[in-house]
Structures are given as C-alpha cells and as structure tokens.
C-alpha cells in the first residue's frame, strides 16, 4: 500500500517529535540521578518543533510551485 505524500509527511514529523519525548523519558528513568541526562532529549524537543514547522513550510511551498507548474502546463 502506498501513503499519499502528505501522510508521510506527517508521519515523518510525529516520529521526530515522539523520539524526543521518549529519549527525555528515557534518560530521566534510567539515570535518575543525574539531572543532566534529560538535558539533550529537552534541546532536541525545542530544535525539533522549531525544524519541523520550517520543513513543513518548505515542503507546503514545494507542493504548491508543483500544482502551479501543473496548472500551467495543462
């Protein structure tokens, strides 16, 4: 079965943003002691939402220069 490209997109976007969540859960289960440990999943949680909205919007352009390039060759 193939997924439309917006469904991988949004696909893509959902795993980045759970992958961080769970490395901060992670590092705060197995290292209790060590405060720091969540730092790097928190720093990847912030980059990600930043990084995940500019790649939607990059793509949303894509996506529209192609519908307009089809438009016009029809």
């Known amino acids: 079965m193939k997924m439309s490209v917006a469904k991988r997109k949004a696909?893509?976007?959902e795993v980045g943003?759970?992958?961080s969540g769970m490395g901060t859960t992670l590092a705060a289960s197995c290292f209790p002691s060590l405060a720091l440990a969540t730092l790097p999943g928190?720093?990847?949680?912030?980059?990600?939402?930043?990084s995940a909205a500019i790649a939607a919007d990059l793509m949303a352009r894509a996506n529209e220069?192609?519908?307009s390039r089809e438009q016009m060759h029809k």
């Open 11 to 13: 696909i893509a976007i």
């Open 17 to 19: 943003m759970q992958n």
């Open 42 to 50: 928190a720093i990847f949680r912030a980059w990600h939402n930043i």
């Open 65 to 67: 220069k192609e519908q």
